[in-house]
């Protein structure tokens, strides 16, 4: 096979979800600019951390570079006179930590290649685009009736998955969709299981999964083909955005903010679930349910990327998920990642932070209650309802689906078994990370704790009162010592002169008595 004729080796191990996090340590002042000193640190283990030096020329390229977000960043603003100033220097410093904990916070801005670039150059130094158009070219050698009519640039969120639109040389009309992608760190299927289960993919049918014309996979990558849909995804729909767009063009900084009609949202979200059953009592993972993973056809909401968990890739609600210990399976994850998806439909955003405690007024109180059995935090803590639950809920339960395509996913045993295994590696990995990550939020509390004010002040008193008990019991050792001694100077009872024993003549005089 001419596709990635000599590829890396292996998957990824890298998780690109891992939150970054930075503080500028200290800030140096050279002659002519000052530099900071920055720490950054992946998840939640000191050990992996490290430092970079940044000039405000830096922050001002990046920053420039996100405007296509339409945020509003607080970048401190550009001063020429007076710069080297210590109280200034100190007062930009304030600043530039602000504004690395806005772009580390934003969902969005913490996973786009920029961002990581700017914090992690060591990891993200290569060109992914250029890889990628390098794999393809090679695959075309193999298959020529295909051919590249753009890169459609950054229209994902994954750093290491690129889009090219094409077409075929004999159908010049007809527009495709190519994905590339590296394989991730849930990667567990065996090569050849894998390919197996890529070629799998275009024979299945589905009224609610989007088609996949062609799928193949290498060693270290994979690469997958579907029609390319003018109209866009379920999220194209809700941000009212351009398919081709970028991503962070697309869905950061959406001008109107509105989300669907009750009958979209009980259509969309019943044909979601439907299909999501399906995968479930086929043994097939999924766990990458977003907006962006819905194609829209008409009235019809069509799934994306099954590939993306036979691949390994994580998930791009993974940095939410991990956080919460009942979320333990990848029938938990896609509960979950439709909470945030239904979410978004009845109100035209992402919640501000999950769990929700309170949910603003929807088109029907219906929607609220499915949402409070998913993101609110008794859902955290005593658990989610199954998709079939769900789907018995009043919002969806009532929903006459007329779509009467046949369905079609016949997967061999073996292969269901290696599914089955790969499936259970993936929980266990999401197992490790959330223990993790409970034990250090535990940690964090306690020191937390340990660190109030009102903690040193119970210390101090407990400290003064140990320190009045020990001068106490010190003071009455004191005392015993003393009357002790002063009967044992007396001789009462001291063995040598007992008043029974005689006393030698020669010493009488001195006798006590």
Known sequence: MAFMEKPPAGKVLLDDTVPLTAVIEASQSLHSHTEYIIRVQRGISMENSWQIVRRYSDFDLLNNSLQISALSLPLPPKKLIGNMDREFIAERQKG???YLNVITSNHILSTCELVKKFLDPNSYSVNYTEIALQHVSMFFRSEPKWEVVEPLKDIGWRIRKKYFLMKIKNQPKERLALSWADLGPDKY????DLQCAMKLLSSCSHPYIYKVTFAT???????VIRPFSEKGTLKDLIY????????LKKYCNPKKIQGLELQQIKTFGRQILE????????????????ASNVMLDGDTCRLLDLENALLGLPSFYRPYFTQFRKINTLEGVDVHCFGHLLYEMAYGRPPDSVPVDTFPPAPSMSIVTVLESVLSPEAMKNGMPTVSRLLQMPLFSDVFLTNSEKTQFKIPTKLKEALKTA?????????EEQKQIHQHRRLTRAQSHHGSEEEKKKRKILAR???KRSAFE?????TMKYSNSNNSGSGASSPLTSPSSPVPPSTAEHAPF
């Not at 996979?217 to 690469?223: D, N, V």
């Not at 299909?275 to 977003?290: A, D, I, R, W």
């Not at 499936?423 to 197992?431: G, T």
């Not at 010190?474 to 004191?478: A, K, N, R, V």
Request: contains cysteine.
């Open 96 to 98: 530039l930590q602000n």
């Open 189 to 192: 299927l065996s090569d050849k």
């Open 217 to 223: 996979a290498s060693e270290s990558s994979a690469l």
């Open 240 to 247: 009212k955005a351009k398919p081709k767009d970028p991503f």
């Open 275 to 290: 299909v999501l059953k399906f995968l479930h009592e086929k043994g097939f993972p999924y766990g990458h349910l977003h």
């Open 423 to 431: 499936k259970e590696c993936i929980e266990k990995r999401l197992l």
């Open 465 to 467: 009162k140990k320190s």
């Open 474 to 478: 010190s003071g009455e050792e004191q």
